[in-house]
């Protein structure tokens, strides 16, 4: 493995990360989801809209649950975690 290869790191907290590498590692581990978890591109689109337009989105996350929004709208298993459900788990 070459030395600078970039990787994942599981165990750092995102204060402990450069800035911005928190971001880049969400966005290769969404990458790196097996095809048959993700979400459909136009699903995970249309969550995003979805999320965008929500009172509950603050700097990326739901303040409902905490999570990154694009991580859990990247996944077909997960649905929004509000009581009325903005968009749905896709199966």
Same mark, same amino acid.
């Given at each position: 493995?070459e030395?600078?290869?970039?990787?994942?790191?599981?165990? %750092?907290?995102l204060?402990?990360?450069?800035e911005?590498?928190y971001?880049?590692?969400? $966005?290769e $581990?969404?990458?790196?989801?097996?095809?048959e978890?993700?979400?459909a591109?136009?699903? $995970?689109?249309?969550?995003?809209?979805v999320c965008?337009n929500?009172?509950?989105l +603050?700097?990326?996350?739901?303040?409902i %649950?905490g999570?990154y929004?694009?991580?859990?709208?990247?996944?077909?298993?997960?649905a %929004?975690?509000?009581?009325?459900?903005? +968009?749905?788990?896709?199966?």
């Amino acid at each position: 493995m070459e030395e600078n290869a970039q990787r994942i790191c599981r165990k %750092c907290l995102l204060r402990e990360m450069q800035e911005g590498e928190y971001f880049k590692n969400m $966005y290769e $581990y969404i990458a790196r989801l097996p095809e048959e978890d993700k979400a459909a591109t136009e699903t $995970y689109e249309e969550r995003l809209r979805v999320c965008k337009n929500c009172e509950n989105l +603050w700097n990326g996350m739901c303040r409902i %649950c905490g999570c990154y929004v694009e991580m859990r709208a990247a996944m077909k298993a997960r649905a %929004c975690p509000d009581i009325t459900e903005r +968009w749905k788990r896709e199966c």
